[in-house]
């Protein structure tokens, strides 16, 4: 089954403790900042908590984001491979590193093209980044079944352990595909506002 990452965005801390106490391990932001003022203190005491980076990364907060995340899913571009890799060195840190891809093709969308995965993933393997496998936000109007086979066979082309695939409305579909891990908001903290 895949692990199951509570996307925890938008939600206050006193919302989330109870996962925490229950023992869950794996969470999820999409901003480094909001990330910063809810974890830090939390992530000192409870060592086995792994906090994911699900948003777009600008390589200003790559800093950052290093510094308090274990995962992050939405590397894009060499440049932001570069940067994280300088931090990772001055910060004795090694994180886990999903590539995004814009399976569907979306112009709104960060992640680069299906296309041009390969020479992204050559490039960060020789920069000895810790690329744990392929990511993606399959277009809204769906249906993602088509997009998660897609990405499903590139990442097993490229020989990854995990794959990110699966929201709320397509997670079950995303397990069809041996998807490593799901990344669920709304099933389980509610709508966000
Ligand atoms: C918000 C978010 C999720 C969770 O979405 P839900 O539909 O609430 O489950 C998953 N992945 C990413 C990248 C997100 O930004």
């Known amino acids: 089954m895949p692990k199951i990452i509570a996307v925890s965005k938008t939600f206050p801390?006193?919302?989330i403790l109870p996962l925490i106490n229950y023992g869950h391990k794996h969470f999820g932001e999409n901003?480094?900042?909001e990330s910063i003022k809810k974890w830090t203190e939390i992530k000192e005491k409870n060592k086995n908590i792994m906090l994911h980076m699900v948003g777009r990364l600008q390589t200003n907060k790559a800093k950052y984001a290093v510094g308090l995340?274990?995962?992050i899913?939405?590397?894009d571009s060499l440049k932001l491979a570069n940067k994280i890799i300088d931090e990772q060195i001055k910060q004795s840190k090694k994180i886990k590193i999903?590539?995004?891809v814009n399976i569907g093709q979306e112009i709104q969308k960060s992640g680069?093209?299906?296309n041009d995965v390969n020479k992204l993933v050559e490039d960060c393997r020789k920069l000895n980044l810790d690329i744990v496998g392929l990511m993606c936000l399959p277009p809204l109007n769906g249906p993602s079944k088509n997009y998660f086979s897609k990405i499903k066979e590139k990442n097993d082309e490229l020989k990854f352990r995990e794959l990110s695939l699966g929201m709320s409305n397509d997670?079950?579909?995303a397990i069809v595909h041996k998807t490593t891990f799901i990344r669920i908001g709304t099933k389980i903290f509610g709508e966000r506002n």
């Open 13 to 15: 801390m006193s919302e």
């Open 31 to 33: 901003k480094v900042q």
């Open 69 to 71: 995340f274990d995962y």
């Open 73 to 75: 899913h939405s590397v």
């Open 98 to 100: 999903f590539i995004q």
């Open 112 to 114: 680069i093209h299906l």
């Open 171 to 173: 997670y079950v579909e």
